[in-house]
Nanobody, 118 residues
Framework: QVQLVESGGGLVQAGESLRLSCVAS????????MGWYRQAPGKQRELVAT???????VYGDSVKGRFTISRDTAKRTVYLNMNTLKPEDTAVYYC????????????WGQGTQVTVSS
């Protein structure tokens, strides 16, 4: 069982920035996919950003150009830099890890709340 611990959520005003971190209990150098989903009240969980096979980055349409995902394999950590935040970005953000990609079990963090006020 892979443990994922998120941090960095909080309350900010629209236009401000936040950085989320997710530390894994395993070496992430060769993981299939690791990244972030989010879930707002009354909505389905949606992809925010993910790194596939340590090389490809995929972003949800609503965050393209504002959010950036990165990783530090030495720290077993994935980051989500969120800029120009909007009230509609308010959600619980969940870190996930899946290896192998598409076929392995999906591991989830406990989630971190991001609230953007207008």
């Amino acid at each position: 069982q892979v443990q994922l611990v998120e941090s960095g959520g909080g309350l900010v005003q629209a236009g401000e920035s936040l950085r989320l971190s997710c530390v894994a209990s395993i070496n992430i150098f060769r993981v299939g996919a690791m990244g972030w989903y989010r879930q707002a009240p009354g909505k389905q969980r949606e992809l925010v950003a993910t790194i596939i096979s340590g090389m490809s980055e995929v972003y949800g349409d609503s965050v393209k150009g504002r959010f950036t995902i990165s990783r530090d394999t030495a720290k077993r950590t994935v980051y989500l830099n969120m800029n120009t935040l909007k009230p509609e970005d308010t959600a619980v953000y969940y870190c996930y890890l899946q290896t192998p990609w598409k076929s392995g079990p999906i591991n989830w963090g406990q989630g971190t709340q991001v609230t953007v006020s207008s």
